[in-house]
């Protein structure tokens, strides 16, 4: 009979977790389990120096020690948010001449016309409508003086784009009521091709230029490029101010000194800006990004050797929340990426650290699916989807998919767009809040009004509040209970029901149910995303409670000991 005492270890992106085991025979029966934030970056010396310690914690309150510690594959992942443009796809049959960050529209309604310069509107008239842009170089007085005399000789002016923040200045002094859009790119804006600009009026909705229909009809584009130009319309559809015009060119790849991520498309190695990038990660399946340089991002500020990029443009969010404009910042995006090397000699080093044998047995995929399939009445052939901190690990019988972006993705999007440390993030974001309406009474998410069991301090009255252990911790007073609940699915939709749905797309056919395992899987409100991202597939979304006893948690480490078992 062979009794051996073994220590599953799971090191992760944002905790640690150990299970403790007796095997015999094959038969496994759990001692003890625990686990703890990791420590430093996942795999270097000072995560496996906590892992020793959480061991060596679990082992004394357990009353023994384990005689060989198990590890799998220890693969980083690093999650930050980082100053990247407005997304945009490098296939769209279109381009936005506005900047991200212009805020200054004059006039109101659309239109439609070849582009004139102003500089060249001493040619001949043309008998066809015109919009005419104005350099930085202009002045407004200038550009206002020739716009109008142009109108004067017959020139049937429809629209003005301008370089500076000028469109007030414009619009007010020349004589006919057209949208004028500012902050625009016309450096390049070949003479003669077509753009539309559209002002919104205020307190009115209608954008016209927004309808990918009306907008490739006026653009004189192909019927072919319809759902591309539909995805360009996304970004239009909250744009105080619209000035679109043809892309006749792809765009140049991004200079020698710039930041870059390098995809692998039909076999060629592309290298895209960051904000082409976007884009073109969203469609890709995980696997095909081999490298990155954000100098915003430290690890990566000189290149950085991957084998998958998440990027989660926190201005999407908005989709799902419709926030009132200066409640939230959702300017930057949340960068995810999965290093392409593994870390180095972990068993050994954690070997040092324990005076105790220690083994890397699999991957971790590998490892949370023997876990996950502990969980009481699994259907036959559902796959598992581990979400970690990092990643976001989707298992079948013969395919396995990892992705960055997951748990910490979430994290850091909350803590930017609040305005709060990591720490209160990871708390906000799981459960939900009350905004405190006086010293005994809170406003719940989901309308309702109650009574507090214990007077609010002051620094909670007239915030949006989470219930600590140590009573009502105050997080925002710009929110309504409403809205925070609305912004933080969002949140989860676009970090990480989204990624798994992208996920999906390297598999041949959807799976029939869905198990969710992993600390992301303890988060109801994720396990409601994801369920509604892949509700038009048919697929069951479920969750994995390992021995039907932990629930979600120490998956790859229950795993790890269920393959030493039946070895």
């Known amino acids: 009979m062979t009794r051996t005492v073994v220590a599953g270890i799971d090191v992760g992106n944002h905790t640690t977790e150990i299970l403790l085991a007796q095997v015999e025979d094959g038969a496994v029966t759990t001692l003890a389990h625990g686990q703890a934030p990791t420590r430093g970056r996942k795999g270097d010396a000072e995560s496996l120096r906590g892992a020793a310690a959480l061991l060596h914690r679990i082992e004394v309150d357990a009353g023994t020690v384990a005689d060989e510690l198990l590890l799998s594959v220890l693969r980083p992942v690093d999650t930050a948010t980082a100053p990247i443009p407005a997304a945009f796809s490098p296939a769209s049959p279109v381009r ?84 004028v859009v500012d902050e625009a790119d016309v450096d390049g804006l070949a003479p003669g091709a077509l753009v539309a600009v559209e002002v919104v009026e205020e307190g009115r909705s209608y954008r016209a230029m927004a309808d990918p229909i009306a907008l490739s009809a006026a653009l ?24 679109v015009t043809r892309r006749t060119e792809p765009p140049e790849p991004p200079a020698p000194d710039d930041d870059y991520v390098d995809i692998e498309v039909d076999s060629t190695i592309v290298r895209y800006s960051p904000a082409e990038a976007h884009r073109v990660l969203r469609r890709s399946a995980p696997g095909s990004v081999r490298g990155v340089r954000l100098r915003t991002v430290p690890t990566a500020a000189d290149g950085l050797a991957v084998h998958d990029a998440f990027f989660t443009d926190l201005a999407s969010i908005d989709n799902g929340a419709w926030l009132r404009r200066g409640v939230a910042d959702t300017q930057g995006t949340v960068v995810a990426l999965l290093a392409a090397d593994e870390a180095e000699d972990a068993a050994a080093t954690l070997s040092e650290l324990t005076g105790r044998p220690a083994q890397t047995l699999s991957t971790e995929p590998e490892a949370a699916a023997w876990g996950a399939r502990t969980t009481p009445g699994i259907p036959a052939g559902a796959m598992v989807c581990d979400i970690g901190g990092g990643t976001v690990d989707l298992i079948s019988a013969d395919r396995t998919v990892v992705a960055a972006g997951a748990g910490e993705s979430i994290t850091v999007a909350v803590a930017r767009v609040l305005g709060v440390p990591s720490a209160l993030a990871e708390t906000v974001k799981r459960t939900p809040a009350v905004r405190v309406e006086g010293p005994h009474v809170a406003h719940e998410e989901d309308g309702r009004r109650v009574f507090l069991d214990a007077p609010a301090s002051s620094d909670a009255i007239g915030r949006l509040c989470v219930r600590g252990s140590a009573g009502l911790v105050p997080f925002s007073s710009r929110l309504a209970a409403e809205e925070w609940r609305s912004l933080r699915l969002a949140i989860k939709q676009e970090a990480v029901a989204a990624n798994i749905a992208r996920c999906l797309t390297a598999f ?32 069951v979304v479920g969750r994995a409670d390992i021995d039907g006893v932990h629930g979600p948690r120490f998956a790859v480490a229950r795993g790890l000991v269920a393959m030493y078992a039946q070895k």
Request: aromatic residues 2%; hydrophobic residues 45%.
């Open 96 to 179: 936005s001449l506005r900047r991200p960050d212009g805020s200054t529209p004059a006039g109101a309604g659309y239109g439609v016309g070849q582009h004139v310069r102003l500089t060249d509107l001493t040619a001949p008239v043309l008998d066809v409508p015109i919009v005419i842009s104005v350099d930085a170089t202009t002045d407004f007085e200038v550009a206002a003086r020739e716009i109008t005399s142009a109108v004067e000789r017959g020139w049937q002016v429809v629209g003005v784009v301008a370089a500076q923040d000028d469109a007030v200045l414009i619009r007010n002094r020349i004589p006919v009521d057209v949208p």
């Open 220 to 243: 004189h584009l192909p019927p072919g490029s319809l759902v591309e130009v539909a995805e360009f319309c996304r970004e239009l559809a909250d744009s105080a101010a619209i000035a």
């Open 508 to 539: 041949d056919a959807p799976p029939t149910a869905l198990v969710l395992a992993g600390g992301g899987a303890l988060d109801d409100e994720l396990l409601r995303t994801v369920a509604e991202a892949l509700r038009g597939a048919r697929v």
